[in-house]
């Protein structure tokens, strides 16, 4: 299957407008709205004098009712304000991109030539989701660009602790990686998603220890992740009582380190085991990894190499046998590298790890998705590789990132807190059920309640945790998220929905004719309300909330233009509705359900992009 870039470069749009110089950095074949924005810039680069790439970076969106605005001092041209508009303003006559411009105090606001806007754009969503990629199963590709064309990014994300707990942070960082890497995806990046196991460390010599007492094969078969959890913490009580279980676990932990086959068989299946289940929770999660890593797969070589490299340097300190990383110079503090016994710490194996996947993956860029509780240890280490030298480390390639985010409180179920994952999806789907259930005779229309109930709670968990800045704590809370009023989860499915709905009750309108044999300008008739060229405007906006994701690695972003997108097509769907109109209005009928289908398949883009799964019942 070729790549999305590919597909947009052999992508020749069935509507076509008068052609128009190129700029930089824009390509109207993925969002035809950069073409309309040319056109703008091309008006104020004539009446201006200025180089049409200043004119097209000064063409903002407008605000509501506004298509697009201009601040003028942005331009820093001598003169009052008003003068330098009347410079334009005498210039512009309508034509196929431009309908009008208003002088608004030092603001021009431009309105898109409402037919050929809401054509180009339908025909865009319409040509770019179903006729370039061949195959039915594919979502298609509107929204795409060809930004990362040959780049390789490490999207390092989730990463749970083997026989911890997996806490909120866990969850934050993959529904945030998840979605990260979908967006790197559909920006024409080669990605690798990495979760980066938790799967090393003393505590894996406690649990060893424990293992011998209270281990059993059967529990470990069923549910390694819970049978891991309670000898830990059965452990961790005996070590409480009892310091020379701690001692035993060092030196069983140390007899890992080196190498000893015999102290690491079990953990090997443990390991294996939790693997397993956890690959079964992701993928109700709609998450996958390519690569399974962990700690543990650090090499001893190359912790070593670091460490001599990092001594040379005069970076290392001796503190009682231990060696410590000074980096107080740069407000980092001074961090523990090695221990007494010579075992390796995370720290050190971050540092290791890197250089490992440098080698061996040559990426352009790693992110790592990890809570900001964390800040302190990924500026050290990222700092250290600095120092090692290394170019690829170098702050001013940018190529190491940490999407950081911040606390959820009160995450727990009815039972109590959450330790974990399969306690999260569960109770999402129970809540959910139970909700659905109030209304009988909703629920018993529902063909399959509990996978519906599933997916929708997922939905809200999910929206829930993406619709602020990922740098804000939030409270969790399950009946705001899983309501179907106001912005969540639910309510999102809902519209997709009720848009899906449309297919189903529209028989005698199917299937609708290509985009260039419907009437589309009666969606832009001035006696139909704004409604339908709000929608398609909105859609044809949608590539630029992609685009501006890649820059800021907010999720938010994207919510809000669903949310929005939801909005606009609720408050059409009487105004611009498609069963009230007869046969004689076939035309009109045809062209609304045209351009709901095409609100359906962003809405189904922005939410699969958000790693939801876009339901057509409920
Ligand atoms: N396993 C770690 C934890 O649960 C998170 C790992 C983050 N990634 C990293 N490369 N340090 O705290």
Redesign the pocket.
Known sequence: MASASELLKSYQPSFSLPSLPIVPDTNPRACVLDQFRTAIAQLLSDSLGIPIEQAYNGVDYGKKGEDFTVALPRFRLPGKPDQIAQKVIEKFTPDEYLESVVLDKAFLHFRLNSSNMIRAVLTQVHELTHVLPKSSTDPGIYGSNSLGEGKRVII?YS???IAKSFHV??LRSTIIGAFLTNLYKSCGWDVISMN???DWGTQFGLIASGYEKYGNQEALEADAIKHLFDIYVQVNKDAEADPEVKVQAAAWFKRMEDGDESALSNWRTWRALSIKKYESEYKRLNVDFDVYTGESEVSKESIDKALARLDELGLIEDSNGAKLINLEKYKLGKAVVRKKDGTSI?LTR?IG?AIERYEKYKFDKMI?V?SSQ?DL?LAQFFKVLELMDYEWAQPAKQSLLHINYGLVQGMSTRKGTVVFLNQIISEAANVMHEQMQKNEEKYNAVIDPETVASEVGITGVKIQDMAAKRINNYTFNWDRMLSFEGDTGPYLQYAHVRLASLERKNPHLLPLAPPSELKLELLAAPHTSSQARDIAFLLGSYPDVVKTALKTHEPSGVVTFAFRLAHAISSAWDAVSVKSLGEEEREKASARLFLYFSARDVLASALRLLTIRPLDRM
Request: aromatic share 18%; proline share 6%; hydrophobic share 10%.
């Open positions: 390092e990463s749970p602790n942070g866990h980066y196991l938790g995370y971050d790890g790592y990890v964390q240890h």
